[in-house]
């Protein structure tokens, strides 16, 4: 009896210890997390010298140097030249038109680092992707639990945040962009794709209105950040859009809202506009990219410009007062775009644009110049589904099936509003949607190769079909007015549906963008660990609760076997990331020219 007391309170200390230190517990985890992903990122840095001089050197890749180099003279002068003399010889290369904080954050990390060590610039730059992944994950982290607080609560939302943070540090295929000695415009990127996103829900979830607005400014300013150091940033905007105009469908949009979506979409066209002359007025504007975020709002405004003034009273009656008020405003916005952009682009401009876009979500890359980079190359899914594996038996991609399935529980999750029978079909219909976006494009030599007829109208009989479902049941609610109750669904999953969409786009796109599907697919799949460990919990009856068990023991199972094979492979893959005898060949070939050649001698190259 006293040994079953003496348990019984150790028992209850650990319990009330683990209560009490329940967030400091997951921050020492999430520390752990960035420790291991910056020693992954590292295990190459002794591997890093150049082997005629013996200094430090960065890894096999081309464009870091061109980064290292401006970062250099800005460290010794201050600014970067307004021409660049060593590019497009003899005219020069004009810098504005560059994305140039990049090369000034490395200038700005070395005198940073400098206070702790006295090692070079290059080695400032080797050193710089790792540390600015650290910070990736840490701020990815909070943003996925702020996307899992409505769904788990505020406590149970780190796990998931905390699990998919793991994901995102051992997945090898981010690898190349975040590893020591290749100091690319993605190491940084990433945090402030995640900060943008994490600050615009914190602006749309906030109470206070003063917050809303300096969280959207943030949001704003992040996302310029974004646009200064890499072309990504292309997917803050669509993402936000589609997000945007999905909540708006749902009737959830309040003025609150609109004016958070404004003040961040201004507040980034200001600020990019103003800090980099790629970025003209004009060019946000007609974009199909930034110009979808704009048409968004541009439907929100005319939405409260007729249904919040007298002007409603005309669509009172008539054909179109059978129809929801947003879907009126759509169809008025549509045609005044449509009218707008004939007066002052010609009446082609709409439909170019829209073609564009068809092209993009087919073929991205046409151009001569462009499929000379192989990193452009369009890739199939038995090509890049070993991305996301590890892959059993040569065909089963374990953790492309766990976000997989765990995309299609969670959208089931997102229709809660709707009756049972109907998020069966919803979700069915999303599931038909998924599979064919992706296996369309499955392989060159199979029928589905991307391109032909039955590859195509499977892609897009997937749109249509999710679109139909989703259309019916929208206007049946409609029609039995409980259109209303669709405004629960949370809009922290909108935007990461619409982000997800983007990225498995992007992976069928080109093979330089099958990393974008990472993030999303990380958080998807530690969603799908913690709803299915859950729902077991929680159910009550005998087989369902075996079949649950076995189930989560699979998911678990096949989570640990993905983590530990990405790690691996990573591992493996990052303590070689250096040069090789063949980059020393191109080392020895360059101290011949040092020493050989005039300074002024002119050497031309095409990075493929």
């Known amino acids: ?14 319990l009330g210890f683990l209560k009490i230190n329940y967030m400091l517990i997951i921050y020492i985890l999430l520390t752990v997390i960035v420790i291991a992903s910056f020693n992954i990122r590292t295990s190459n840095v002794d591997k890093l010298k150049d082997i005629t001089t013996n200094e430090w050197t960065l890894g096999p890749d081309l464009d870091p140097f061109l980064f290292l180099r401006w970062a250099e003279y800005i460290d010794e002068n201050g600014s970067l030249y ?35 060590s006295r090692e070079s610039l290059t080695y400032s730059a080797i050193i710089y992707p790792a540390v600015m992944f650290s910070l990736a994950i840490i701020v990815f982290f909070l943003l996925v639990r702020k996307m899992f607080i409505d769904s788990f609560g505020k406590k149970k939302a780190s796990i998931p945040a905390l699990i998919s943070s793991l994901f995102l540090s051992v997945v ?19 945090v ?24 959207a400014i943030l ?27 999905l909540s708006f469908l749902l009737g959830q949009v309040k003025k609150e809202d609109v004016y958070v979506y404004s003040i961040w979409l201004f507040s980034s066209f200001i600020l990019m506009n103003l800090f980099s002359t790629r970025f003209t007025y004009a060019t946000l504007i007609t974009s199909e990219t930034t110009g979808i975020a704009l048409m968004a709002l541009f439907i929100c405004a005319v939405h409260f410009g007729i249904f919040n003034t007298s002007l409603k009273h005309y669509f009172d009656s008539g054909r179109l007062s059978k129809l929801p008020k947003q ?33 993009t979500l087919i073929t991205p890359t046409v151009s001569r110049l462009g499929v000379t980079v192989a990193e452009n190359k369009q890739p199939f899914f038995d090509e890049w589904k070993g991305s996301f594996g590890p892959v059993i038996a040569g ?28 998020r069966i079909v919803l979700t069915s219909s999303y599931a038909f949607f998924l599979f064919a976006i992706i296996f369309s494009r499955y392989s060159s030599s199979g029928m589905l190769n991307g391109t032909n007829f039955i590859s195509l109208l499977l892609y897009f009989a997937g749109f249509f079909v999710l679109a139909g479902v989703y259309g019916f049941y929208y206007y049946k609610y409609y029609k039995i007015n409980k259109i209303g109750e669709l405004k629960t669904i949370d809009f922290s999953l909108l935007l990461l549906f619409a982000l997800f969409f983007l990225s498995i786009v992007s992976a069928r796109g080109a093979v330089r963008l099958v990393m974008v599907l990472v993030p999303s697919a990380a958080i998807i799949a530690s969603y799908f660990i913690v709803a299915v460990f859950d ?4 159910t009550e009856e005998s087989l369902g609760r075996t079949i649950s068990w076995i189930l989560l023991a699979l998911i678990v199972v096949g989570s640990i076997v993905s983590v530990y094979s990405f790690y691996k492979e990573s591992r493996g893959t990052a303590e070689y990331y250096a040069p090789s005898v063949y980059t020393q060949q191109w080392q020895k070939a360059m101290s011949w020219v040092r020493d050989n050649t005039s300074a002024d001698a002119v050497f031309g190259h095409w990075w493929d």
Request: hydrophobic content about 50%.
């Open 192 to 215: 402030f794709l995640f900060l943008s996103f994490y600050l615009f829900l914190c602006a749309w979830k906030s109470d206070n209105k003063r917050t809303k607005y300096v969280y």
């Open 395 to 422: 065909k089963i991609p374990v953790f492309f099936w766990l976000f997989f399935f765990g995309s299609i529980m969670l959208f089931y999750h997102l229709v809660k509003p709707f009756e049972k029978r109907e």
């Open 219 to 245: 949001s704003g300013l992040s996302t310029t950040a974004m646009a200064l150091v890499w072309g990504g940033f292309i997917y803050i905007f669509i993402t936000l859009a589609i997000a945007m105009a």
């Open 1 to 14: 009896m006293e040994n079953e007391a003496l348990l019984r309170e150790r028992k209850e200390k650990i």
């Open 327 to 359: 879907i009126i405003s759509v169809i008025i916005s549509i045609l005044i775009i449509f009218v707008l952009t004939s007066l002052f682009f010609g009446p082609t401009f709409l439909f170019s644009k829209i073609g564009d876009v068809k092209q």
């Open 535 to 538: 729902k077991t919990l929680k």
């Open 82 to 116: 307004s021409v660049d003399d060593m590019r497009y010889v003899p005219l020069g290369f004009e810098t504005k038109y560059e994305l140039l904080l990049h090369p000034y954050m490395i200038a700005w990390f070395h005198k940073f680092f400098s206070v702790f």
């Open 172 to 190: 090898p295929s981010i690898l190349p962009r975040t590893i020591a000695g290749i100091p690319e415009k993605e190491s940084s990127a990433f």
